[in-house]
């Protein structure tokens, strides 16, 4: 039985991620045998965004033993500055997501009030993956934008335009 995406991908999320905290081999067997509806491990394999979700979790399984076998080889003081210094890393990187997060917005509303939007649009429509990414991000507008009018009359003595 294959499930939509929705309750069926978070049912097998959470197969996923206690695979994961028990450090229990991450397969598609696996995950049949825990899933309270995914009876085979055909069922994740044929699946394109199980597949992908599967691979996912396995390669983060491997980062995790691959970290905690070098945080077994180390003191506890060399782990803990190791720690501290990745967390001061973790800090800036999200501050710098969120000043380009600011900028881009700001970036396209003005290019959005400038009439320009759609040729921004044209650009990122073969760069779907970029585009969802800022998105996730909150860094495309929400409101719609429609463009300004070409030609509005100028009235005589005013110098700018309405």
């Known amino acids: 039985m294959t499930e939509p995406n929705g309750s069926g991908d978070d049912a097998m999320r959470e197969t996923l991620e206690a695979l994961l905290a028990d450090d229990e081999d991450i397969t598609a067997r696996a995950v049949a045998r825990l899933h309270p509806s995914i009876c085979a491990a055909s ?39 190791s720690l501290a210094d990745k967390d001061i890393r ?7 997501v969120q000043l380009l997060t600011a900028s881009h917005l700001a970036m396209l509303r003005a290019v959005g009030e400038m009439g320009g939007f759609s040729k ?43």
Request: aromatic share 6%.
């Open 43 to 81: 069922s994740i394999t044929r699946s394109e965004s199980r597949r992908a979700l599967l691979a996912e979790y396995q390669q983060r399984q491997t980062e995790y033993r691959r970290w905690r076998g070098r945080v077994a080889k180390r003191s506890g003081a060399d782990t803990a500055a």
């Open 120 to 162: 921004w649009a044209r650009f990122y429509e073969h760069h779907r993956e970029a585009r969802d990414t800022l998105a996730k991000h909150g860094a495309i507008p929400e409101a719609e934008v429609s463009p300004m009018p070409v030609d509005i009359p100028v009235r005589r003595g005013d110098r700018r335009q309405r």
């Open 90 to 96: 973790i800090a800036e990187l999200e501050a710098t």
